[in-house]
């Protein structure tokens, strides 16, 4: 039993490079309610976004359609990387829409590097809450521009992290 929930709250990656699209399931351990919380909460995110030692820091946030997060990663030697996700659909505790983009501290968009197009889908699982990111590029190459940065480690230990601050809660 132990070991079927680790792997079920292992993420898990897989790329579709003709489809320029990255797909990320992950199950956490906690109620639908805390796991939509801490995805969309600039407090709760603040607390787990970022893989240690960096961290996120909320500029600022306005979750609706049409509002977005400007926030940016700190890294522990004062490194600023700042980034920008604008919401372009919500429907509460079941999904979200927007497109994340490197950006300066004002939120101008950084275009040497991709965008790109999320689609995060909740659901309560056997373990607590399923989350289902597709992430879609405007090419391959953006595609593995991105994975190179180490995006998939990342956003691994980003899920840990949100595994610690879940735990806390209950």
């Known amino acids: 039993m132990i070991q079927e929930q680790e792997q079920m709250m ?3 990656f897989t790329r579709n490079l ?4 990255v797909n990320v399931v ?6 639908l309610p805390q796991v939509w919380k801490a995805w969309t909460d600039p407090e709760l995110l603040d607390q787990w976004w970022a893989p240690e030692p960096w961290k996120a820091v909320t500029q600022t946030m306005d979750f609706k359609v049409g509002g977005h997060w ?4 700190l890294g522990p030697d004062g490194t600023k990387s700042y980034c920008r996700a604008d919401f372009s659909a919500i429907q509460p505790q079941k999904s979200y829409k927007g497109i994340d ?10 275009t040497e590097f991709p965008r790109m197009d999320w689609y995060v889908k909740f659901s309560e699982s056997s373990l607590g809450t399923k989350v289902e990111v597709e992430i879609t590029y ?4 953006d595609l593995l521009k991105i994975a190179e940065m ?3 480690e990342g956003f691994t230990a980003a899920h840990g992290n949100l595994d610690k601050l879940l735990a806390k809660q209950n």
């Open 138 to 141: 405007a090419s391959e190459e």
């Open 70 to 73: 400007l926030y940016y990663m």
């Open 101 to 110: 983009a490197f950006c300066d501290e004002k939120g101008v968009v950084n």
């Open 10 to 12: 292992k993420t898990v």
């Open 150 to 152: 180490g995006f998939e």
């Open 26 to 31: 992950r199950e956490f351990a906690g109620s």
């Open 18 to 21: 003709p489809e320029k699209k």
